[in-house]
Nanobody, 115 residues
Framework: QVHLVESGGGLVQAGGSLRLSCDTSGSIFGINSMGWYRQAPGNQREVVAALSRNGITNYADSVKGRFTISRDNAKNTVYLQMNSLKPEDTAVYYC?????????WGQGTQVTVSS
């Protein structure tokens, strides 16, 4: 079975940093992209950062320059480094892995940024 498990969320003051981790298990063939999504109350789920199989990164405009997505291939783990956090970043963050025909989701981890 394929499982994605996020960790690293929590409560942090504005201007602080958090590092989210997404541990993957099981066999996932033909990965096209990995990414982080978030959803806040009253908002639609949105893409925060994405990493293609070729190593190309894309970020939402709201997080450019502050967030960094990366992957440790040896550990099968994808990370989201979040710096200079703002209250607007408060949301549940989800890890996502996509193949040509399937996509996988983690259970989500809560990030709360206080003023």
């Amino acid at each position: 079975q394929v499982h994605l498990v996020e960790s690293g969320g929590g409560l942090v003051q504005a201007g602080g940093s958090l590092r989210l981790s997404c541990d993957t298990s099981g066999s996932i063939f033909g990965i096209n992209s990995m990414g982080w999504y978030r959803q806040a109350p009253g908002n639609q789920r949105e893409v925060v950062a994405a990493l293609s199989r070729n190593g190309i990164t894309n970020y939402a405009d709201s997080v450019k320059g502050r967030f960094t997505i990366s992957r440790d291939n040896a550990k099968n783990t994808v990370y989201l480094q979040m710096n200079s956090l703002k209250p607007e970043d408060t949301a549940v963050y989800y890890c996502n892995v996509r193949t040509w025909s399937l996509n996988y989701w983690g259970q989500g981890t809560q990030v709360t940024v206080s003023s």
